[in-house]
C-alpha cells in the first residue's frame, strides 16, 4: 500500500495511473525540496534508486468516463436532471470569473457572456440548449487557454458531464471512490486530491477507520455552495474525524476552486487535536487550476514534509 495517495480530477479519461505519476511525482518532489527537505524529495521521486524510498500511488478513475469511439462523457449523454446540474456549474463558474477573476479582460468576458445568458433567458428550449449556451459562454474565457475554440467547448462539456456524473451516479461515485479505497492501507500516511479528485479524496477521509496523518486539497470545489457543498457525504459536512491535519490551497483565479477557505464550511466536529489550514492561496500562473503547479508549493510540501517525519 502507498505512504502518499493521489487523487487525479476531471477530464484524464485518456491517460492512466502511470503517466499522471509520472507527472504529479517531480513536481510533489519539488514542493518538499522548495520547502527545504532535499532527502524527502529525492526519496519520493527516484524511488528505489535512493535508499528509503517513499511510495506514492495515483488513483486512477478516468477510464469510468471514456466511452469506446469518443473523446470522453459529453453533457448530451446525460439525463435532464444532470445536465441542469451541469449547467448550474458552468453558471457557477461564469459568474465567479465575472466577480473575482484578477485580469480585468477575464472579468470583462465573463460579465458579456452572462449578460448574453440573461438576454437568452427563456428562448431555450430544455436543459440541454441551456448547457450549451453556458459551455460556449465558458470557453470564451482564455482561462482555458486551449488550442481553438471547439477544442476548449470540447474540454468544458466533457469537465461539466464528469463532474455532474460523480454527484448524481451511484455506481460512478463508488467506482471512483474504490480506485482510492483499494490503494489506502497501515502505511498510508497522505492523502492528495486535486479539483473533483478532492471531492472524492474528502468522501473517502470521512469513511477511513485508521489514523490519517495528512489530507491535502488543492484547487478544489468543496465550498461550492448549493451545487457540491450540499451533495458531499456525510451530511452536513464536517471535518473528517480520522484526519489529524487538513490542508486547502487555493488559486484565486482557479474558477474551481470557489472558495480558498474552507475552515468556516468544514470545522464542525473537528477533533480538538486536529489542525485545519484551509485559507492558503498561491499564485500558479498562467494556468492556474494545473495540479503540478500546486504540488510545487512551499504551502504544499511543508506539511506533507511534516506528515512523513520519521518514516
Given at each position: 500500500?502507498?505512504?502518499?495517495?493521489?487523487?487525479?480530477?476531471?477530464?484524464?479519461?485518456?491517460?492512466?495511473?502511470?503517466?499522471?505519476?509520472?507527472?504529479?511525482?517531480?513536481?510533489?518532489?519539488?514542493?518538499?525540496?522548495?520547502?527545504?527537505?532535499?532527502?524527502?524529495?529525492?526519496?519520493?521521486?527516484?524511488?528505489?534508486?535512493?535508499?528509503?524510498?517513499?511510495?506514492?500511488?495515483?488513483?486512477?478513475y478516468g477510464d469510468r468516463f471514456l466511452?469506446?469511439?469518443?473523446?470522453?462523457?459529453?453533457?448530451?449523454?446525460?439525463?435532464?436532471?444532470?445536465?441542469?446540474?451541469?449547467?448550474?456549474?458552468?453558471?457557477?463558474?461564469?459568474?465567479?470569473?465575472?466577480?473575482?477573476?484578477?485580469?480585468?479582460?477575464?472579468?470583462?468576458?465573463?460579465?458579456?457572456?452572462?449578460?448574453?445568458?440573461?438576454?437568452?433567458?427563456?428562448?431555450?428550449?430544455?436543459?440541454?440548449?441551456?448547457?450549451?449556451?453556458?459551455?460556449?459562454?465558458?470557453?470564451?474565457?482564455?482561462?482555458f487557454a486551449q488550442p481553438t475554440m471547439?477544442?476548449?467547448?470540447?474540454?468544458?462539456?466533457?469537465?461539466?458531464?464528469?463532474?455532474?456524473?460523480?454527484?448524481?451516479?451511484?455506481?460512478?461515485?463508488?467506482?471512483?471512490?474504490?480506485?482510492?479505497?483499494?490503494?489506502?492501507?497501515?502505511?498510508?500516511?497522505?492523502?492528495?486530491?486535486?479539483?473533483?479528485?478532492?471531492?472524492?479524496?474528502?468522501?473517502?477521509?470521512?469513511?477511513?477507520?485508521?489514523?490519517?496523518?495528512?489530507?491535502?486539497?488543492?484547487?478544489?470545489?468543496?465550498?461550492?455552495?448549493?451545487?457540491?457543498?450540499?451533495?458531499?457525504?456525510?451530511?452536513?459536512?464536517?471535518?473528517?474525524?480520522?484526519?489529524?491535519?487538513?490542508?486547502?490551497?487555493?488559486?484565486?483565479?482557479?474558477?474551481?476552486?470557489?472558495?480558498?477557505?474552507?475552515?468556516?464550511?468544514?470545522?464542525?466536529?473537528?477533533?480538538?487535536?486536529?489542525?485545519?489550514?484551509?485559507?492558503?492561496?498561491?499564485?500558479?500562473?498562467?494556468?492556474?487550476?494545473?495540479?503540478?503547479?500546486?504540488?510545487?508549493?512551499?504551502?504544499?510540501?511543508?506539511?506533507?514534509?511534516?506528515?512523513?517525519?520519521?518514516?
Open positions: 500500500m502507498a505512504v502518499i495517495v493521489l487523487v487525479h480530477g476531471i477530464a484524464q479519461e485518456q491517460r492512466s495511473a502511470d503517466d499522471l505519476e509520472a507527472e504529479w511525482l517531480p513536481a510533489l518532489a519539488g514542493g518538499l525540496r522548495n520547502a527545504g527537505y532535499p532527502e524527502l524529495a529525492d526519496r519520493l521521486w527516484r524511488g528505489q534508486d535512493v535508499r528509503g524510498g517513499i511510495e506514492a500511488r495515483m488513483a486512477f466511452r469506446p469511439g469518443t473523446m470522453g462523457l459529453d453533457p448530451d449523454q446525460l439525463t435532464a436532471d444532470q445536465q441542469a446540474l451541469a449547467e448550474q456549474f458552468a453558471q457557477a463558474w461564469l459568474e465567479r470569473a465575472a466577480l473575482e477573476m484578477s485580469d480585468p479582460r477575464d472579468r470583462r468576458t465573463a460579465q458579456i457572456e452572462l449578460a448574453r445568458l440573461d438576454d437568452s433567458l427563456g428562448q431555450t428550449q430544455g436543459p440541454r440548449a441551456a448547457v450549451r449556451s453556458t459551455v460556449a459562454g465558458l470557453a470564451r474565457l482564455r482561462w471547439a477544442f476548449a467547448e470540447r474540454f468544458v462539456r466533457r469537465a461539466l458531464a464528469q463532474a455532474t456524473r460523480y454527484f448524481t451516479d451511484e455506481e460512478t461515485r463508488s467506482y471512483v471512490q474504490e480506485r482510492v479505497t483499494q490503494l489506502i492501507g497501515p502505511d498510508t500516511r497522505v492523502l492528495v486530491g486535486h479539483s473533483l479528485g478532492s471531492v472524492v479524496a474528502y468522501e473517502v477521509a470521512h469513511q477511513l477507520t485508521q489514523p490519517l496523518s495528512l489530507l491535502v486539497t488543492v484547487g478544489s470545489p468543496l465550498g461550492l455552495r448549493t451545487i457540491v457543498y450540499e451533495r458531499l457525504r456525510p451530511q452536513p459536512p464536517s471535518f473528517p474525524h480520522q484526519v489529524s491535519y487538513w490542508v486547502n490551497v487555493a488559486d484565486r483565479d482557479d474558477l474551481v476552486a470557489a472558495a480558498p477557505d474552507l475552515t468556516q464550511l468544514f470545522a464542525t466536529n473537528q477533533p480538538a487535536t486536529a489542525r485545519f489550514e484551509g485559507g492558503w492561496t498561491v499564485d500558479t500562473g498562467a494556468k492556474p487550476h494545473t495540479p503540478t503547479f500546486y504540488l510545487t508549493k512551499t504551502q504544499v510540501g511543508r506539511p506533507i514534509a511534516k506528515a512523513l517525519a520519521g518514516l
